[in-house]
């Protein structure tokens, strides 16, 4: 029999490769200026749908989690210590795994509008590529062997035309009962074992049946494979290519299916999640360790930022802390996630968008920074050049176009822009007839932006600290669409803050609707009583 890789690749894709590595995380938690025209802009993007009414969630009767009377919970300040070990069976253990790469799965579905599967591809000169590629080698030669003999033998081949036959069937709709009856007929293995016992079978009849069975059931996208296809003689290599493209019309077969699917997912996922998750607390009581002590360090910060006021200012001007203003500080926290802490066990599951997005808010306050120090060094001469800081922007855009890899340096790239900052003003201020910058003002240009990443850069900070509080601002509002005003300083980066935004907002949303009861017993415990407000 071939090698079968449906089975290990049909279900595999980057999303759920991730999903996977974080179950073993989960299991394990215990560890420690603009005008109004912008709001236009926002509310009709790309992403403009999210920006709507947001969803309430009501705080269950029972929290899963309450502290018993008497017994007051206290956050550490740290992550705490692991509890004592507690012994759990294979059975509890495989049970828990599936249940939260389902509910995992129907995550990704739900929150992601593009997710698709993949055909996993194993890395380039892996151990598993090397055994994979020796081990189908290895059954194509015999199949070629087999055939070169004289007689010839059809063992393989019959084998072959079964496996085939199987993954024809899997992709064929109920409407397809003509169909189905005819693959019986022309390939009905019995007849076919028959005609190879007395000489007269002709395997490529049935490939080339195959092969205009494919083109009648593929997607548009595979036409161009099979008109390929069409043209392979050598029976060995056709049946190959036979596998390779029924492999991607399987795979986009179970795409269709998801995209069918997905309205109905994400009408359900809300509940099906929290089911899930309550049912992995159930048998991990310590599994919100982690979260705790995000969102006591998140109601930590924004108590020292609402320092109380004396008698002399007035009780009725000092504004209590709320559960919203904590929760929505919380999620700013996750844009800047240090890699080596745990991530919290409820927002695991968008750990990899999360961190992706915090990569791209630092791009824009990097760009949006070396925009206004450009201005100000330069400048009048600039004032109105509409042009150039679209192109200075789009270089910047390509120079810190890799602050997602692992490798990039940010030094060595901002000397590099500096070098560039500097050239585009030069030429741009010699094109329009002003006179060059002199040295003092070029060294100081440089200057500054080589420095402007430094964690003590005022610049840098004032930008990052606007960018954050305008996501804050979105994401917390009940009509986001009115938080729309684009602080100062990042009205050239608008759009990119505006999807960077939109996609937050659609993390959130999601997020709080499953594990708003959750965040709601903690944040209450964090809290004074009575200043505790969430959206009614």
């Avoid at 300040?77 to 049970?95: R, V």
């Amino acid at each position: 029999m071939m090698p079968n890789n449906n089975q290990s690749d049909e279900g595999k894709s980057s999303s759920k490769d991730m999903d996977m590595s974080t179950n073993e995380e989960v299991l394990h938690s215990g560890r420690d200026s603009p005008e109004s025209s912008e709001s236009d802009e926002l509310a009709s993007s790309s992403e403009g749908e999210l920006f709507g009414k947001r969803r309430r969630v009501a705080t269950p009767a029972s929290s899963p989690f309450k502290t018993p009377p008497g017994s007051p919970f206290k956050m550490p300040m740290t992550i705490p210590s692991p509890s004592p070990p507690q012994w759990i069976s294979l059975e509890e253990l495989m049970t828990v795994s599936n249940g939260v790469t389902n509910m995992a799965l129907a995550h990704e579905i739900a929150v992601e509008n593009d997710f698709q599967l993949q055909k996993y591809m194993p890395p380039e000169n892996s151990l598993e590529k090397q055994v994979k590629d020796t081990v189908h080698k290895a059954f194509w030669d015999a199949l070629q062997e087999e055939l070169a003999e004289d007689p010839p033998s059809f063992q393989h081949a019959i084998n072959l035309l079964g496996e085939v036959k199987e993954m024809l069937m899997s992709i064929l709709l109920p409407q397809h009962s003509r169909l189905r009856a005819q693959i019986n007929e022309v390939l009905d293995l019995d007849l076919i074992a028959q005609e190879a016992e007395h000489g007269a079978l002709d395997v490529k009849r049935c490939a080339r049946f195959v092969i205009d069975t494919m083109g009648r059931l593929c997607a548009p996208v595979r036409d161009q494979d099979i008109e390929a296809l069409r043209e392979v003689d050598e029976v060995v290599n056709m049946f190959k290519e036979i596998f390779r493209v029924l492999e991607l019309m399987k795979m986009d077969m179970a795409n269709f299916t998801i995209q069918s699917m997905r309205p109905t997912i994400q009408q359900h996922s809300v509940e099906y999640e929290r089911k899930k998750f309550q049912e992995f607390i159930d048998r991990q009581p310590n599994a919100l360790e982690v979260t705790k002590t995000w969102l006591y360090q998140a109601a930590e910060a924004v108590k020292a930022s609402h320092p109380p006021l004396g008698p002399a200012e007035g009780a009725a001007a000092n504004t209590p802390v709320t559960s919203m203003d904590v929760l929505g500080h919380a999620y700013i926290m996750l844009l800047q996630w240090e890699e080596s802490k745990p991530f919290p066990e409820t927002v695991l599951m968008d750990q990899g968008r999360l961190t992706e997005i915090g990569v791209k808010c630092r791009q824009i306050t990097l760009i949006a920074s070396i925009l206004l120090i450009t201005h100000n060094i330069v400048g009048a001469a600039l004032a109105g050049l509409q042009g150039f800081t679209d192109k200075l922007k789009g270089m910047l855009g390509v120079l810190l176009g890799d602050m997602q890899e692992s490798s990039f340096n940010v030094e060595e790239t901002l000397k590099n822009v500096s070098e560039q900052v500097f050239k585009e003003v030069d030429e741009c201020l010699e094109a329009h007839g002003f006179p060059r910058l002199d040295e003092k003002r070029r060294d100081i240009l440089k200057a500054q932006v080589q420095g402007v990443a430094n964690p003590d850069n005022t610049i840098h900070n004032l930008i990052t600290s606007r960018t954050h509080g305008f996501i804050q601002s979105v994401i917390m509002a009940q009509n986001p669409a009115g938080q729309a005003k684009v602080p100062g300083g990042l009205t050239a980066v608008k759009m990119e803050l505006f999807e960077a935004t939109a996609r937050v907002l659609r993390i959130v949303r999601h997020n709080n609707a499953v594990f708003g009861p959750y965040y709601t017993d903690i944040i209450s415990e964090l809290l004074p009583t009575g200043t505790v407000q969430t959206e009614q």
